[in-house]
């Protein structure tokens, strides 16, 4: 009988330690899904803008020579800049890798801003963060070595 005993008074504490494995089984799993989340985000933003621009008309460009990715690596990352070529405004957006340019026209990118307010008004979540060209005027660096642009 003592064993028997022994065996009933283990039961709660067999109850507690699962109780207590298990809610801490849950903070993990919930803490890494948050995990995840988070960190699919930002790549989600960032190829939906890629998205976004390559639909308004941008072309893609490669970058191949260390002209090409000093001028990429003094654009601001996750924007899109206006730039001038040949006497001529584009509008390029580096890719996060700075592997590849997106570069359209005036009339691209007004497109891109209009699909940009769109998707806007659909979004309950995170907005995307405001562009360099604005109402306002900007200025306008020289921006070469990926031959023409617009064309």
């Known amino acids: 009988m003592t064993s028997n005993m022994q065996s009933r008074k283990a039961e709660p504490e067999v109850q507690s330690m699962k109780r207590l494995l298990s809610f801490i089984i849950a ?3 919930l803490g890494l899904i948050t995990a995840c989340q988070t960190a699919s985000t930002g790549a989600g933003t960032a ?10 008309g ?15 690596s003094a654009l601001p990352e996750g924007k899109v800049s206006a730039v001038k070529y040949k006497g001529r405004t584009y509008y390029v957006y580096p890719t996060a890798a700075k592997d590849r340019i997106l570069c359209g026209t005036q ?6 801003k209009q699909a940009l307010q769109a998707q806007r008004a ?17 200025m306008v660096r020289e921006f070469d070595g990926f031959g023409p642009l617009g064309e």
């Open 27 to 29: 903070i993990e799993v």
């Open 47 to 56: 190829s939906q803008k890629e998205t976004l621009l390559l639909e308004a």
């Open 58 to 72: 941008f072309k893609s460009k490669t970058v191949t020579t260390p002209k090409q990715q000093e001028r990429v």
């Open 107 to 112: 009339a691209q990118f007004d497109a891109y």
């Open 122 to 138: 659909k979004l309950t979540g995170p907005v995307f963060e405001e562009e360099i060209h604005g109402p306002y005027p900007i």
